[in-house]
């Protein structure tokens, strides 16, 4: 298979979406047995959010983006409880980008989405990012 | 090696796109030879290759007078690692958040 039509599928493929616009992204979702409360929970508890996603975020815009040895990697940006949060951030290895984790109910409990895009421009309002010392 | 975000930005136009598929699928081609099957201007392909050739996606050779472009697909490579690891990564902690909530 090609690289190109590797692209394409990419694109099209429903649980590996790639999407070539304005930003490339990544989208994944996830269906979860909890009610937004408590998912919410999970992503601002500092000890919790570490546990499962590596990274603790403060809630709030212009919250940090801490990773376990105290180093800031990026910014919160946008928060709206139990819905959504969005932060930029750079990670030791790699490129600039931007997160969004959504929270949607569900008749069984909540839907989960995280979309990453790559950013063009670098984080305001963080330190300069040290490589993994 | 070039970054994702180049290649990405290359690849957002759909002109571009259509301009480096063509030299994928149709082999090495000039400005000239692409605009005459294209609905658009031999400067503004040559530009598109400009563009191209910046990201490391279309190599240049000179045949006499003409420049020829050929597409390197191998490029594409970054980009879909990138594209590949963040959404396994993304995938994992998306498992273990189920985990956490069980």
């Known amino acids: ?133 | 090696m070039k970054s994702p975000q180049t290649l990405f930005t290359a690849l957002a136009d759909p002109t571009r796109r259509e301009v480096f598929e063509r030299l994928s699928s149709e082999g090495p081609a000039s400005a000239t030879k692409l605009a005459a099957s294209l609905p658009i201007s031999r400067q503004a392909i040559q530009k598109h290759l400009t563009v191209l050739d910046e990201a490391g996606l279309v190599t240049r050779s000179t045949v006499g007078r003409e420049v020829n472009y050929s597409a390197v697909p191998a490029a594409l490579a970054d980009m879909t690692a990138w594209a590949a690891r963040v959404d396994a990564q993304w995938t994992d902690r998306l498992k273990r958040l189920r985990r956490s909530l069980g």
């Open chain 1, 1 to 133: 298979m090609s690289a190109t039509r590797w692209l394409h599928t990419l694109a099209l493929s429903a649980t590996a979406k790639l999407q070539i616009v304005d930003q490339p992204e990544i989208e994944r979702s996830i269906e979860v047995e909890a009610g937004a409360a408590e998912v919410w929970k999970q992503i601002t508890d500092g000890a919790l959010a570490e546990e499962w996603m590596g990274v603790m975020v403060e809630p709030r815009p212009g919250g940090q983006v801490i990773v376990p040895n105290d180093d800031v990697i990026g910014t919160v940006e946008e928060v709206v409880p139990e819905r959504s949060i969005t932060w930029s951030w750079r990670k030791p290895v790699g490129e600039p980008s931007q997160v969004t984790i959504t929270i949607e109910p569900t008749d069984t409990g909540s839907r989960v989405t995280v979309t990453e895009r790559l950013l063009e421009y670098r984080i305001t309002g963080s330190p300069p990012i040290v490589g993994a010392a």
